[in-house]
Structure formats: C-alpha cells, structure tokens
C-alpha cells in the first residue's frame, strides 16, 4: 500500500470514528462479561461477511438479505458520513448493537457499539494469520495509536496480497475500550494498491 493509499483509510477511518463518536448521545453500560461477548458476535459477524466475502460484494448483500438485517436503518447516514453504501443493523436489541457496512467502491465494515479490543485484536489476529500461506503475502503495515477528541482508539492494519500482485487488500482493526465512544470496534476490510519496493 503506499502512503498515500494508506493515509486516505486510515483517514477515512478515523473520520468514521469521529462521527460515530458524536454522533452516540447515550452511552450503554456494560460489564467485561457483556462487552467480551459482544466482542465474539461483531467478530463472527465479521468473519461471515467481510472476511469471507471480501472478494465478492454482491455475496455480502445476498448474505445481509439471507439473514433478514434491517437495511438503511434510521442512523445509516451518520455511519455513511457523506459516503456511498449500504448499511445494515445486525443489532440485537440493547444485547448487542452493531451494524455492518458495504461501501459502493466494494470496502467491507463491521461496527460495534461495545465491544472488548482484546478480543476483537485476538479474533482479527486469528483470520490475519491464517491467511499467510505460500503464495500469499500478508505484512502488518501499520500498528499506532491515535488520539480522537480525547478517546484512545489502536488502529492496527495489515496489507494482503497475493505474492507478484499489484493489487491487494487492507484488513484493518480500529478499537478501545472507553466508555464514551460511539463505536468501540470497526473492523474493515478495502481494495487498495500494493505497497512500491
């Protein structure tokens, strides 16, 4: 990915968490129980859809239609801040609130209000590893953590390609654990151009 590439995701990473953030006037209170198991179900909502299909929009659509999530719920444009896409509530009621998200240029996302980042980083870590293989290059490109109006999040992004490609994708992780986020976790995987030598 170069520079450029990965400055305007993880911008537009940010920005999404900025708006989310803003945009949440209540914040729910859980306990570590809740939140770790919150952690699980945005993970496995996650691997199901971005992770699996990330290839292959019209599969995450089909997918999101399949299982019945609402589709443009009332908060969608906040999520979209001035972008194009579909979003879908996958909540379960207050149990779990978390809404996934496919951009028109094919990017994936996953959002969850509340969620454990030690678990989320574990499950991301898993798939991320279990992707290196002979023929595939996957490189940790970048591993930081940013400041947004007072909240810590960790912005963790690895670049997968296959290994003479010019092409790839960026599977990014951005997390916290604070209380007055909108969003804890954002899982998001892109199409982006292969790193220059």
């Given at each position: 990915m170069n520079i450029t590439s990965t400055r305007r995701f993880v911008c537009a990473l940010?920005?999404?968490?900025?708006l989310t953030t803003m945009a949440a006037s209540v914040s729910a209170q859980t306990d570590d129980s809740s939140?770790?198991?919150?952690?699980?179900?945005l993970g496995k909502l996650w691997m199901d859809t971005?992770?699996?299909?990330?290839?292959?929009?019209?599969?995450?659509?089909?997918?999101?239609k399949t299982y019945g999530f609402q589709h443009n719920?009332?908060?969608a444009s906040a999520l979209l801040a001035g972008q194009v896409g579909t979003v879908w509530d996958v909540s379960?009621?207050?149990i779990s609130q978390q809404a996934l998200v496919l951009y028109e240029d094919g990017r994936c996302q996953v959002m969850g209000r509340r969620a454990d980042s030690k678990t989320i980083s574990e499950t991301f870590d898993k798939v991320l590893q279990g992707m290196n293989q002979?023929?595939?290059s996957v490189q940790r490109i970048l591993d930081k953590e940013v400041d947004q109006?007072?909240?810590?999040?960790?912005?963790?992004?690895?670049?997968?390609?296959?290994?003479?490609?010019?092409?790839g994708w960026?599977?990014?992780?951005?997390?916290?654990?604070?209380?007055?986020?909108?969003?804890?976790?954002?899982?998001?995987?892109?199409?982006t151009a292969k790193s220059s030598p």
């Open positions: 940010a920005s999404a968490l900025w939140r770790e198991e919150q952690a699980k179900l971005c992770a699996t299909h990330f290839g292959s929009p019209s599969d995450i659509q089909g997918l999101a719920p009332p908060y379960l009621g207050p002979p023929g595939v109006g007072g909240i810590r999040f960790k912005q963790v992004v690895y670049f997968v390609s296959k290994s003479e490609a010019t092409q960026a599977f990014a992780s951005t997390t916290t654990d604070a209380e007055a986020a909108g969003m804890q976790a954002v899982l998001t995987i892109g199409r």
